[in-house]
T-cell receptor, first 111, second 114 residues
Framework: KQEVTQIPAALSVPEGENLVLNCSFT??????LQWFRQDPGKGLTSLLL?????REQTSGRLNASLDKSSGRSTLYIAASQPGDSATYLC??????????FGTGTSLTVIP | SAVISQKPSRDICQRGTSLTIQCQVD?????MFWYRQQPGQSLTLIAT?????????ESGFVIDKFPISRPNLTFSTLTVSNMSPEDSSIYLC???????????FGPGTRLTVL
């Protein structure tokens, strides 16, 4: 059974800090991995998509890495801002079209 | 990309009743996905809806409880039938236009069952 785990479950940091969110998965045979952001009462916003052949993707202050052999991905957020406060979800596509989601990391950036 | 809308955005329902959630996409898509997010939990796929065929349900979800319609390539509905408090969740519609690898989500429907 494919499982996706995220740690920590919650994280609180002062504004300006760099931070890392972790995602681990049980099966290294992945198709791709996607990081999402979820704001309270809203849907999911796609942040970064990493294909299985890639090792990292960058968008602005965000950098996502992928290590299939160890079954891990990290989302690095540089110079955090209060507007980054949200829940961050990791989703892994193994085969077919189904995404398996982690339980998320709730991030609070304190001004 | 894709812009997805859902109706209603939220509802409070009585036990034993049914609610139909609508999902509208701004482009034609082959597959539409319905997810559930229970309180404090992550997303779980309920079913995949293809236009012109029966929906494919994931383990633990059945058509009698979650009937799905897919009348055309831009619209789908999910009905939550004979609701109980355990059905209180956020229900989200999702697509990957053109078979793209990126998945897009609607804003969700927050359902509370009393």
């Amino acid at each position: 059974k494919q499982e996706v785990t995220q740690i920590p479950a919650a994280l609180s940091v002062p504004e300006g800090e760099n931070l890392v969110l972790n995602c681990s998965f049980t099966d290294s045979a992945i198709y791709n991995l996607q990081w999402f952001r979820q704001d309270p009462g809203k849907g999911l916003t796609s942040l970064l998509l990493i294909q299985s052949s890639q090792r990292e993707q960058t968008s602005g202050r965000l950098n996502a890495s992928l290590d299939k052999s160890s079954g891990r991905s990290t989302l690095y957020i540089a110079a955090s801002q209060p507007g980054d406060s949200a829940t961050y979800l990791c989703a892994v596509r193994f085969t077919g079209n189904q995404f398996y989601f982690g339980t998320g990391t709730s991030l609070t950036v304190i001004p | 990309s894709a812009v997805i809308s859902q109706k209603p955005s939220r509802d409070i329902c009585q036990r034993g009743t049914s609610l139909t959630i609508q999902c509208q996409v701004d482009s034609q898509v082959t597959m539409m996905f319905w997810y559930r997010q229970q309180p404090g939990q992550s997303l779980t796929l309920i079913a995949t809806a293809n236009q012109g065929s029966e929906a494919t349900y994931e383990s633990g979800f059945v058509i009698d409880k979650f009937p799905i319609s897919r009348p055309n390539l831009t619209f789908s509905t999910l009905t939550v039938s004979n609701m109980s408090p355990e059905d209180s969740s956020i229900y989200l519609c999702s697509v990957n236009p053109g078979g793209a690898d990126t998945q897009y989500f609607g804003p969700g429907t927050r359902l509370t069952v009393l």
